[in-house]
């Protein structure tokens, strides 16, 4: 995290502790803000002054300070009110005139991936055959014979296309099984070692929702792809509990420097055990939604019904299934076929009545069921699905939500408005995914990609993630995105499918009040006094800068439930 060089000088204010010094160039008195809540019967044990506090409050959305008392808000309002509400001992951080947002919520996040792979094998950026072998090499070299090595997350585009194999990379890793995934989490590549372990060899079958691609000869290649994946995952031993609570550690701390105070999960059961450990321990700095296998619906009704859905630290509740897989490995169910493969429209992951028995199921269960599909075929079957089961089910609030929603037709996008369906989307997506879709999709389809002013217009609730360990969990990088959509090569620097842009307001809503909405979190997303102090402190106002400077700004100050988790130095 690159964080910004700030002046810290501790100084007295009505008895308070240090304050912290932005460098936005002054302070934000008179800067339009709201009249301050009424004053709490105790004093601020925090407060920030000298902001542009966007509240995400419809009724006060820009306010000049901050004050908390323990682990909520107390006053939002001018610098003066609020600056007579500091206590004792009292935390008060001087913005400086910069920006303060509500904390950052990542809406679809793989935690336990994510956390585990920031000690894994880098290989985004690996550009060549030669360069893969490398990084394996070198890396195997600081881990004990017979360990897996896993996480990896290439992306064959960058080098040209080629799908690698095991031959590329057997010579270099003979002491270790090697499973490491494409950046999009729907293809994998094993190496002769793991393909061993896992006792797949050229008489294995292929397995529906997935594909073992082979050779010429029917020797598998080492590469599988969405439901193929489980004969290799099966042979990975599982992590220790030590192992967990190292990683989330670490992954909190990642979270946590991007501004990121909640994170809705899709993880699993064992996650869940890990989650809980942590939680009991005291040291959680995340606030966790946590997502279920769709496929394990009455496991996890049985564990609400005995358990309850948790609080405000992790809850419990929802579910998370599969439509089809990804774009760039070619798994996406589409309505037509691929630009590059007239033959092939991707696939269902799940079978459409499956995913219509689970989902009602569930549904009548009382859980929340999030599917993902990123394809337009994709979108529109589970979007029969949610309407299917509402009519059948009846009325209630229950949230369902599209994950992804890359490809959407046209006449699918009011659909989600009038069924209450939440399209769950990934905006740094759109400006990776941007480098070469339309090779695969055509520029006509290309227009209904990541439709987010298609959608908001059409009055759907949007939000926003990153798919972290797929990208990068950085919510302003997905602000710049929104907003800009210029490419990551440079390539488009007025926006791929420019039309589709959104403005700030929408962007930063994505990511905290309507993010809030889409996991049952009524007391974060929002800056007001009663709720939970989740905040952000940034070194740059947004609302000063033009769209393409939104990426430079960083986050300085993150504070969850009131306590600073994140400081940058």
């Not at 994946?229 to 967990?244: D, G």
């Not at 229950?398 to 009038?418: G, K, T």
């Not at 227009?447 to 987010?452: E, I, L, M, T």
């Not at 210029?486 to 488009?492: I, P, Q």
Request: overall charge neutral; hydrophobic content about 45%.
């Amino acid at each position: 995290m690159r964080g910004l060089t700030r002046a810290i000088r501790s100084i007295s204010l009505l008895g308070a502790a240090a304050i912290l010094v932005g460098a936005c160039g002054g302070a934000s008195e008179g800067r339009g803000a709201s009249p301050p809540s009424p004053a709490p019967a105790k004093a601020a044990s925090l407060v920030v002054v000298n902001a542009h506090v966007w509240t995400g409050d419809a009724a006060n959305p820009w306010a000049e300070a901050v004050a908390v008392a323990g682990e909520r808000i107390v006053a939002v309002g001018a610098n003066a009110a609020v600056r007579g509400l500091v206590g004792p001992g009292a935390k008060v951080i001087d913005a400086h005139g910069c920006m303060v947002t509500p904390g950052f919520i990542d809406t679809h996040l793989h935690l336990g991936g994510g956390s585990f792979s920031l000690a894994s094998v880098q290989l985004r950026d690996v550009t060549s055959k030669a360069q893969l072998a490398e990084r394996l090499a070198a890396y195997v070299k600081l881990v004990p014979k017979g360990t897996w090595v896993r996480g990896g997350e290439w992306d064959h585009t960058l080098w040209g296309g080629d799908l690698p194999t095991k031959a590329w990379i057997d010579a270099v890793t003979p002491d270790h099984p090697v499973w490491i995934d494409r950046l999009d989490g729907h293809m994998a590549l094993a190496n002769s070692a793991a393909l061993a372990a896992a006792k797949v060899d050229r008489s294995t079958k292929d397995v529906e929702g997935g594909a073992v691609v082979r050779d010429a000869s029917g020797e598998p290649t080492g590469i599988f792809k969405d439901n193929a994946m489980a004969l290799v995952k099966a042979a990975i031993p599982s992590h220790t509990s030590s192992e967990w609570s190292a990683a989330l550690d670490a992954g909190m701390t990642y979270l946590n420097a991007q501004g990121v105070t909640s994170a809705h999960a899709m993880g699993t059961f064992e996650e869940l055990d890990a989650l809980r450990r942590l939680r009991e321990s005291g040291t959680r700095r995340v606030r966790v939604v946590l997502q279920l296998p769709l496929v394990d619906w009455a496991k996890l009704r049985d564990e609400v019904r005995a358990k309850g859905r948790g609080d405000d630290w992790l809850r419990i509740g929802g579910l998370k299934g599969f439509v089809d897989g990804s774009l760039g490995s070619h798994t996406a169910a589409m309505l037509e076929p691929f630009s590059d493969g007239p033959s092939d429209k991707g696939l269902f992951v799940t079978p459409p009545e499956l995913l219509y028995e689970w989902t009602k199921a569930a549904d009548t269960a009382g859980l929340q069921v999030a599917v993902h599909a990123i394809g337009d075929r994709a979108v529109r079957t589970q979007l029969d699905v949610f309407e299917r089961v509402a009519k059948e089910n009846g009325p209630r609030d229950r949230r369902f939500r599209v994950e992804h929603v890359q490809h959407v037709a046209p006449v699918d996008i009011p659909r989600f408005a009038a069924l209450g369906v939440i399209a769950s989307m990934q905006p740094y997506h759109a400006i990776d995914d941007g480098r070469w879709a339309e090779k695969v999709i055509g520029p006509d389809r290309a227009k209904g990609s990541y439709a987010w002013r298609s959608l908001l217009d059409a009055h759907a609730t949007v939000v926003f993630g990153s798919d972290w360990p797929v990208a990068p969990a950085t919510p302003l990088e997905g602000i710049y995105a929104a907003l800009t959509r210029a490419t990551l090569d440079g390539k488009r620097p007025g926006g791929w499918v420019p039309e589709q842009k959104i403005t700030l307001e929408e962007a930063l809503r994505a990511y905290t009040a309507s993010a809030a909405f889409a996991g049952f979190q009524g007391e974060v997303g929002v800056l007001r006094a009663g709720m939970l102090a989740d905040l952000v402190v940034l070194d740059k106002d947004l609302a000063a800068l033009a769209p393409a400077a939104i990426r430079s700004a960083h986050v300085t100050t993150t504070i969850v439930g009131g306590r600073v988790v994140h400081e940058a130095r």
